[in-house]
């Protein structure tokens, strides 16, 4: 993989680090002036938006490598740099966290009446901590930002939850730390091989690092390691059951990034550090991958059919709508030339990113107003509220995958990659879009018309429909809905050259093992479907 020097503006630098300029400010200026820090927190979190807009407007899809680079030598005695750069998929991932961050400000305008002022600049923390991750090329500083992403989210959770938040924000940090120092020590074990045992010599550069040719008992522990670690936050199953107590617990701008980023931080783990730097261990976990995100899929989407919270039903279908990411991109490596799953499995991504965000929105303004998430006790939500309500069914029918809006288009090239791989496992996986259009289309009867005969939550509770700041910031996620589903190219442009590295990554590897053990293994998965 190549590097692109751009001299010039550090724009990378002044999208990660805009937020935590607005934290300064706000912690500085703005004690007691609830108005200036908000309005602090929407400036700072639009202009990244902005900078990441122009970004990926300037990103040249035919160049190979990272772009927009940015190279400072950091810690000297250990070859440690202040190293920043994208490509066409971290590039799509800076653009979702920018603009979901913008989006939470405006939505929790009026959602906390309890310190808000912390909120709000733990809110931009985390946005410095998840461009950071999308955007680091040193190994170094990206555990530096995977871990510092972590510390505000634990707040949020536990400070702004409901009440079982302390419960979940331990549980929460509890798990992803366990990952976390599980790809500490892999970050150790292949530095230290590196600087012994190869040319390179001691060195974090994830470029450099994945250009090494490792052994294969390394490739096997460090792959686990670092793949646990990603497993955990994407959520696979079985180490998804963080994911709804956090939802549930959350308040409603801590679930939509939760949902809307970082899950996507694991799956992006994936892609830029297990696949290319351990191409042969990768290879060997294809059917256990496949099984899994297989089994998270129909799973997922059926304890969602059996949830009476309503946060909790979307959470649970996050796990499910996950599972086509890890299979997208594990399925892609199977099969020699079969890069469509990986890009859709991206494109998923992106798309959950929008339309998971959405849903928990809509789960909190409709909360605000009814003080309730039982769906039991919701019903002909749609009489009073029939703006909530056209949005809800745009979002929800994004999300069972209908046609036209950007769930059909990932989920589609997901499934066609793996068809390439076992048609009888794609038909399986396929379930779950059938699945999902099952309760999501209830979770709607239920919840905004209802033909139990009963009364209207909460008899005698005035409910008022959407106001400005709350279409305001949905409206965003519509059009980028609406854009990918219609013209996918678009975004698929982005990830071609990107995509294509990748897999050429691993693709000898595959090519080598053929009539080895490990080729008979993916090959015996294949021939069992």
């Known amino acids: 993989m190549g590097w692109h020097q751009q001299a ?31 309005l602090v927190s929407l400036l700072v979190t639009f202009a990244a938006f902005a900078l990441s807009a122009v970004m990926l407007l300037r990103l040249h899809t035919h160049l190979p490598g990272m772009q927009f680079t940015e190279n400072v030598l950091w810690i000297g005695r250990f070859n440690i740099h202040y190293s920043f750069g994208i490509d066409g998929i971290a590039a799509l991932l800076v653009f979702l966290t920018t603009l979901l ?54 707040f949020i959770i536990g400070i702004w939850g409901g009440p079982r938040k302390i419960y979940a924000a331990i549980k929460f940090f509890l798990f992803t730390l366990v990952g976390s120092l599980l790809m500490l020590v892999a970050i150790i074990a292949l530095v230290y091989y590196a600087r012994v045992h190869s040319p390179v010599g001691l060195t974090f550069n994830i470029q450099l690092l994945s250009r090494l040719v490792l052994p294969y008992n390394l490739q096997i522990w460090a792959f686990l390691a670092f793949f ?31 949902a809307g980023v970082l899950l996507k931080m694991g799956a992006y783990g994936m892609l830029r550090l297990c696949l290319p730097i351990f191409p042969d261990a990768a290879v060997a976990f294809i059917p256990l991958v496949v099984a899994l995100s297989i089994v998270a899929i129909v799973y997922g989407a059926l304890v969602s059919m059996q949830q009476k919270d309503l946060k909790k039903l979307v959470a649970y279908s996050s796990v499910s709508h996950m599972g086509f990411v890890t299979l997208g991109i594990f399925a892609s490596i199977a ?33 605000e107003r009814t003080h309730t998430r ?86 005698g509770l005035a409910l008022t429909d959407f106001n400005s700041r709350e279409i305001v910031s949905l409206l965003p996620l519509v059009v980028f809905v609406v ?47």
């Open 335 to 367: 099969v020699l030339n079969n890069a469509q799953g990986m890009e859709g499995a991206i494109l998923v991504m992106f798309s959950h990113g929008l339309l998971t965000g959405a849903l928990f929105l809509l789960v909190g303004f409709l909360y």
């Open 101 to 154: 961050g913008c989006i939470v400000i405006i939505a929790s305008w009026h959602y906390v009446s309890d310190r808000e002022r912390g909120f709000f600049a733990a809110l931009l923390l985390l946005q410095t901590g998840m461009t950071g991750v999308f955007c680091a090329t040193d190994l170094f500083l990206f555990y530096v930002f995977w871990e510092a992403m972590l510390i505000p989210m634990y």
């Open 228 to 258: 646990l670690a990603f497993a955990i936050k994407v959520p696979m199953w079985p180490l998804h059951t963080w994911l709804p107590d956090a939802h549930v617990e959350a308040p409603m701008a801590g679930s939509v990034i939760l």
């Open 8 to 38: 010039g503006f550090p724009i990378l630098s002044a999208i990660i680090y805009l937020p935590l300029v607005g934290v300064l400010v706000i912690m500085a200026f703005g004690k007691g002036r609830p108005r200036f820090y908000k």
């Open 483 to 529: 854009w990918l589903g219609v013209y996918p190219t678009t975004f698929l442009n982005l990830l071609h050259l990107p995509v294509q590295q990748i897999v050429g990554r691993v693709m000898p590897s595959l090519a080598q093992a053929h009539g080895g053990a490990l080729a008979q293994l993916v090959h015996f998965t294949r021939g069992l479907f």
């Open 374 to 459: 039982d769906i039991a006790a919701m019903s002909r939500l749609a009489t009073p509220l029939p703006i909530l309500a056209g949005f809800f069914m745009f979002f929800t029918l994004g999300s069972l995958g209908l046609p036209g809006l950007s769930g059909f288009v990932g989920e589609f090239l997901s499934l066609l990659g793996l068809f390439h791989y076992s048609h009888w496992l794609a038909a399986i996986a396929a379930l779950g879009v059938i699945l999902a259009a099952c309760y999501l289309l209830w979770m709607y009867q239920r919840v905004l018309f209802n033909d139990r005969g009963d009364d209207a939550v909460k008899p």
